[in-house]
């Protein structure tokens, strides 16, 4: 007779087998789901931390959440988290624009009020501390298939020497046909300038002079009154401005460019300020002459501040109209001409020439001003250097002044082809900057292509790199959980812990006086591997903490009492309980980072002089190696270990 198993059994075989069943049918999700607890319990042990070190999120309340576009180290300690309007349109609309600041060292935060839409503006730091902020949005870009009335650059005319013009956001011009376009945004146009000219008849008889005027200019973007394409024209007209009357309707009026229905760009603001860090607040300077959006503003070894390229006020890229602001008197001069595309990464060198390795951001043609060279402001030369590889991949590349700074080496990391293109490069290489005839050679490589990455350079000389994405924007879910230290010395990479939260474009990150790495923001297109969710802007923050504070715990060199200036011979004298424990000092200038681009930061190796219970520290006194400003003073033992970083004041 055939064995009969029991109701009991029945139950049981059934159970064990949809146990089976089920397990099978989810053994990936099984196995993820113990590699994950495997994992956390892995990294969160003592051993693994002080070899990679490890990585923590701020806990930040939701009114100062925001979406980090900038960020910018100050000599309080805190960071100036800027948004503006965030990269929403919403927001512009609204005139809602976003400043949050925050105390690491108390982990507090303060919303700051923010006068102008600062989103892809540009800034440095200025030799007395404050922070510049130049430039942002005047308009959010339109697409093909979203424009439904032309527009275009209207070039508005004074003729009148005596006096400027200010024609309101909403003036209206009227061709002689009766087309009427209205303007976008306020505008001035300023006095009419007058000269004289003296002649003389055939008897050499001084003549009556005569007075010659010469028409002042100002731009400004319209778009035409009707919908449709009777307003669009490719000729240039004379448009009366309407509302004006008498010798004013015959001072002033507008000359169209182009107005079409073509793709309508960001367009960028004339606007600058001085964020000042002790009283926390945007303090406004005289405008700069072009408005400019995504621009590179890099201070200069007098303390001055270059500002260069971005896309103007009709969403033209700049041809090279660079202009100079001088924080002694609060306005801007003309700087010498030279074309780059938008972001261009600039480092100051040794003799006051800038550095361009090619890393850039965003906009401006594949042909025209990507090849790295030395460029000579004083008779403004740009000499190419050679030798880069993957020269067609450097937009949102990251770029670096190796440290020390003494060594005029500057590293490029990564980067895909110019605008939506899917190509990346694992690519790195370095240049001596010192050598008479400098030729990029070869680093080591990332573990995959990469856009967007962040790197850091930390008081023991090496390069903390982290995050970024392989695809433009992080399409197809490619954002990469990796980080790596950079040894200049052995030039090779070392694996560094992993973060957790995922950084592609509008991401930053810089390091703080504690010796420690926080890491901002991040704007994908799509929030899923098939792109088909629309991304959402990353607010998290997560914080590095390296291996060497994990190793000593509280055990650091500590630097006591010393001055915040440099004495007549550039030295600073610090009291210390262990001397001979610091092993090397660094100053180190801190961060102005946005859209990969920080030529802020820099490492500059100090004489060190032990004494009884003291340090002395001699500063060099080059200024293109040590620009004016405050900096981070850095010791480190003979492990590496950092200490927490003392602010000095270099003037």
Known sequence: MAYQPSQRTKKTVLGIGGIAILVGLNAPAALDFVGDKYHAYKIAQPEYKAKYGSWSQIDIPEEFRTNAIHAALLHTGKVLIVAGSGNEQKKFDEGSFDTILWNPAANTFKRIPTPDDFFCSGHAQLPDGRL???????????????????????????ENPDKAVFLKKGTRF???????????FDVTVPKAKKSFKVTYNARGVMQPWKTRVKAAEARVFVEAVEKGPMSVTEKQAQYEVVGLTGKDAE?????????????????????????????????PVDPMDKARWYPTLVGLDDGRVLAVSG????????????????????????????????????????????????????????????????WDLRNNTFEPVPGLRDADETETSASVLLPPAQDQRVMILGGGGVGESKKSTPRTAVVDLKKDNPVFEDGPNLPQGTRYLNSVIMPDDTVFTANGSEDYRG???????????????????????????????????????????????????????????????????????????HRAGDDRPVLKDGPRELDQDHRVTFRTEHPDRIAEARLMRPSAVTHTTDVEQRSIELGVTRGAKAVTFEVPKDTSLVPPGWYMLFVTDADGTPSKARWIHVK
């Open 132 to 158: 510049l902020v130049a430039g942002g949005t005047a308009r959010y870009e339109l697409l093909d298939g979203e424009i439904d009335r032309a527009g275009g650059g209207m070039r508005v005319k004074n």
């Open 174 to 184: 009227r061709s002689p046909a009766g087309v009427e376009y209205v303007s976008r």
């Open 251 to 283: 001072n002033t009026y507008g000359l169209s460019e182009k107005i079409t229905f073509d793709k309508q760009d960001f367009q960028g603001i004339r606007a600058a300020y001085e964020f000042d860090p002790v009283a926390e607040k945007y303090i």
């Open 311 to 374: 896309l103007d006020d009709v969403g033209v890229i700049d041809p090279g109209d660079n202009e100079i602001y001088d924080p002694r008197t609060k306005k801007w001069s003309r700087g010498p001409k030279r074309y780059f595309p938008t972001y261009p990464a600039l480092f100051l060198t040794k003799g006051g020439k800038l550095f361009y390795p090619a890393s850039n951001a965003g906009y401006g043609p594949a042909e025209s001003g990507r090849e790295p060279g030395l």
């Open 475 to 549: 399409r197809s879910a490619s954002n990469i959980l990796k980080a790596q230290f950079y040894d200049p010395k052995g030039n090779v990479f070392r694996e560094a812990a992993a973060p957790t939260v995922g950084r592609n474009y509008h991401s930053e990150a810089l390091l703080l006086p504690d010796g420690r790495v926080a890491t901002f923001g991040s704007d994908p297109l799509f929030d899923d591997q098939q792109n088909t969710k629309l991304g959402h802007f990353e607010q998290r923050m997560e914080i590095f903490t390296p291996p060497a504070l």
